[in-house]
């Protein structure tokens, strides 16, 4: 499936000192490739490699229009490879194909185009002039400064395995853009699809240890997330791994833009167009067998519309096309393990014994022989405080909550250690615009949002999904630190 299993250490394949292992299929659960295992010293010699090519290489003394040249090479290369990249991400992630040629691919290109297109546009900022005395020699003189924005070092990418691609191309194009070094670690499940940036940055002539790509274990991320020659760990993952992941960088103060989990809210008011909330709905939770961080698992409906709309989620979610991606009417493909698998079925039985009316689902389809699924999986009458409402399932199962007043649902979706996304649906868009305001999380969409991921809106979370924020302008400065240069204008 790759030309490439080896390891991209500045700038040559380097061949795994761990070996390598069976990368599998998750609707087949059969091999595919073999991927490499890095070792701690291959880590330590990627992180060095990134070290010199920032302290002693051109790439940081680049103009950004001599770094978008080569990063632009980069992408028309990949753009050329779509539609292996597209079986890739089918086989190796196991998502749908056309949620992998939409979602997996064309969104990130888009948003890469769309960060070098907007690091052109990033100039020198001065400040307001003030005339003051010279504390030397006593003249009045003009001041002046100029503020720029520098790369910060050093990055070390980590990545999931459930959006690879995706995440790959948004954490490495940007902090490249701004002259960064980078150190990418994937997912070992998902090796594959971080890899051909290697082969993308070789076609490109990019300089060596501009980018590395290593994999490992457990111990290799830590070498990333304490090594005193990283300068910034950019982290998508859980809760969990990245309060861990910041407590390792602490005793050397790395800077951190860490994309954690959510617990994210639908709200559904009496007004809401019901057919489109049911559409909305029910992609909330099946897109990608609910492996997504942003997903509204959530649905607070109100009363006098809830037994309407679950009715009609069940209808949805029990005709939904579940199994091999490799067949293109599938519309919710595998799981990517199972241990996956095995976490689902625990919020389930966890969700039973809390009282929860359990409408559908709640198995893994019988018909499906092979493979990692579980079948798409409704709640109503949930409790907002119970494990399957505040805790974050990754997995395809959506809690119904009901509610009777506008307040109420506010509460109800703050009520959360997430605070990642949300989404409202009202005919009355000044109302779902207010409400939106008193939600806490780094983003809301009004009735379906705009259609699409906006390459120039910040994405990122408060509380414990997460701080920093990834696209758009915001994203690209997290890569950059502001320096103030200060002189006499006359």
């Not at 701080?467 to 758009?472: H, I, S």
Request: aromatic share 6%; proline share 6%.
């Amino acid at each position: 499936m790759t030309e490439k299993a080896s390891l991209f250490i500045n700038g040559s394949w380097v061949t795994p000192e761990g070996g390598w292992e069976p990368v599998l299929n998750p609707a087949t659960a059969e091999s595919f490739g073999e991927g490499p295992v890095g070792s701690l010293s291959q880590a330590d010699e990627a992180i060095n490699a990134a070290h010199v090519a920032f302290h002693q290489g051109q790439w940081p003394r680049m103009s950004i229009r001599e770094r978008v040249r080569k990063l632009e090479v980069m992408l028309d290369w990949l753009q050329e490879q779509s539609e292996r990249i597209v079986r890739l991400i089918v086989t190796e992630a196991g998502a749908t194909q056309l949620l992998a040629n939409f979602l997996h691919f064309d969104i990130p290109m888009k948003h890469a185009r769309a960060s070098l297109e907007e690091a052109l546009r990033l100039r020198p900022e001065p400040t307001l002039p003030e005339i003051a005395q010279d504390m030397l020699t006593g003249q009045h003189v003009l001041g002046a400064a100029v503020t720029e924005h520098e790369p910060v070092g050093v990055v070390a990418g980590i990545t999931p395995y459930n959006f690879p691609y995706f995440l790959n191309i948004g954490k490495v194009f940007p902090a490249l853009a701004m002259g960064n070094t980078v150190v990418l670690k994937p997912s070992p499940w998902t090796p594959f699809q971080a890899l051909i940036l290697g082969e993308a940055a070789e076609m490109a002539g990019l300089p060596k240890g501009v980018l590395n790509i290593v994999t490992g274990d457990l111990a290799v991320s830590q070498r990333l997330t304490t090594d005193p020659r990283i300068d910034l760990v950019s982290f998508t993952g859980s809760d969990t791994v990245g309060a861990a992941i910041m407590a390792q960088g602490a005793p050397t103060l790395k800077r951190m833009v860490l994309e954690l989990g959510g617990k994210s809210a639908m709200i559904l008011r009496a007004d809401a167009n019901l057919e489109a909330a049911i559409l909305a709905g029910i992609t909330s939770f099946t897109i990608h067998a609910g492996q997504g961080c942003a997903l509204t698992t959530r649905h607070i409906v109100h009363n006098s519309i809830r037994q309407r709309y679950v009715a009609a989620l069940k209808k949805m979610a029990d005709s939904l096309p579940v199994g091999d991606p490799a067949d293109s009417s599938v519309m919710m493909g595998p799981m990517i393990r199972p241990q996956a698998v095995e976490r689902v079925e625990r919020y389930v039985q966890a969700g039973l014994d809390a009282g929860a009316s359990l409408v559908c689902g709640g198995r893994r389809p019988p018909e499906l022989t092979r493979g990692y699924f579980y079948a798409p999986t409704i709640f109503d009458n949930v409790d907002n405080s119970s494990a399957i409402a505040q805790e974050e399932i990754f997995g395809p199962v959506a809690c119904v909550i009901g509610f009777d007043k506008d307040e109420e649902a506010i509460n109800l979706a703050n009520a959360s250690a997430f605070g990642l996304h949300g989404s409202i649906f009202s005919a009355s868009t000044g109302k779902a615009y207010e409400m939106a305001r008193q939600i806490r999380t780094g983003g809301v969409a009004i009735n379906g949002g705009a259609g699409t991921m906006l390459s120039m809106a910040p994405f990122g979370g408060i509380k414990r999904s997460g701080m920093g924020r990834e696209y758009g302008r915001e994203g690209l400065l997290e890569f950059t630190y502001a320096k103030s240069i200060s002189f006499h204008a006359g």
